[in-house]
């Protein structure tokens, strides 16, 4: 347990992190460049071979019941007046989802 | 989370079979565009260069947000184990922290931090921001804590003793309002009914946030 001081050590020690931005930019260019990319990128299996889903049904809670565990944790999506949840154990077998909330067209990744 | 209307045009999107700094790439069927999917930037392609709109999401327990959406509809289909699957709560602390921002100014707030400062004030590249963080739940959100022109800064409350209503609060400390902080919603003071203005933000793995903003913006413990 911290004692007050300590705290107010650690609150004002948190603002004074240097931040390295201009080395940032400079490594992250190369990163997100094509160039990096060609060269890093492992083709690991065919595309399309991992699953995806294209406006897949959504269940009520009700007919959900307990197939999902309450602590289980979901992706919460409200938009457009709309409300979707995605579980992290069933996105863990699909990854992407192309679906439509709230009539916005939005792609879920995990 | 992302748009998928790009320009005007609505795009669908594939998976590559493709790692890329151990993330999965994504291609969209309309040009065949590569697409990170933990940024979404295409990297390659006729849309190299573009980047789709991210979308507030949040990660919390399906019991939270049934409760707080009760005619929420859910994703059912089979269940993967393991490190892409489930994760407990400690490793959540542990793993996660909440990238907040878009593009190359984004900032890593580790939920072990946030596990023992649930409510930051900071800023991000010069705009004030609250993160917060329901230490129950384990899942983190980020608002602009600048509301009509006034700077407002925050500390975090537990919840109203002998409430029923047991979700994290805060309050801040310019009128004494009190909000949800996991909403942003006032629920009683002078501010009473405004809403703060949720930030662009994803829940990330650590490690891999680190594999592609390395030298960036982390904030965590382990650092003070």
């Known amino acids: 347990m911290l004692h007050l001081s300590q705290m107010r050590l650690l609150v004002t020690t948190l603002f004074l992190i240097p931040v390295c931005v201009t080395g940032l930019s400079a ?4 990163i997100f460049s094509e160039a990096n990319y060609d060269k890093e990128m492992r083709q690991v299996m065919e595309p399309d071979q991992f699953p995806v889903l294209h406006h897949p049904p959504m269940a009520t809670v009700m007919e959900a019941g307990l197939e999902i565990d ?29 679906d439509t909330c709230g009539e916005i067209p939005v792609a879920v990744s995990w | 989370m992302y ?9 669908n999107f594939g998976h590559e079979g493709v790692l890329y700094r151990n993330s999965f790439v994504m291609y969209d069927k309309e040009t065949n565009s590569k697409w990170l999917h933990v940024t979404g930037e295409a990297l390659k392609g006729e849309l190299k260069g573009k980047k789709l709109g991210i979308i507030p999401s949040q990660i919390m327990p399906y019991r939270t947000w049934k409760k707080r959406h009760p005619d929420t509809g859910v994703l059912l289909g089979e269940k993967v184990s ?143």
């Open chain 2, 3 to 11: 748009g998928r209307t790009l320009d005007g045009q609505v795009l």
């Open chain 2, 82 to 224: 393991g490190m892409m699957g489930t994760f407990t709560l400690k490793d959540r602390i542990s793993s996660f922290g909440l990238s907040v921002g878009e593009g190359r100014n984004v900032t890593l707030f580790r939920f072990s931090l946030l596990n023992r400062l649930p409510v930051l004030d900071t800023t991000l590249a010069d705009a004030p921001l609250v993160v917060c963080f329901d230490q129950t739940a384990i899942y983190a959100v980020a608002f602009r804590s600048h509301l009509s022109g006034r700077q407002l800064h925050f500390s975090a409350l537990s919840s109203v003793p002998d409430a029923e209503d047991t979700r994290p609060l805060m309050r801040d400390a310019e009128t004494g309002s009190l909000w949800l902080r996991m909403t942003g919603e006032c629920l009683a003071g002078e501010l009473k009914g405004s809403q703060l203005e949720q930030v662009p933000a994803t829940a990330w793995l650590g490690n891999r946030w680190m594999a592609f903003f390395e030298g960036g913006r982390d904030v965590q413990l382990e650092k003070l």
């Open chain 1, 27 to 30: 490594q992250a260019d190369e």
């Open chain 1, 70 to 98: 309450l602590d289980e944790p979901v992706i919460g999506l409200f938009l457009g007046g709309e409300a979707r949840a995605y579980p992290i154990s069933v996105m863990g077998g699909v990854e992407l989802v192309n």
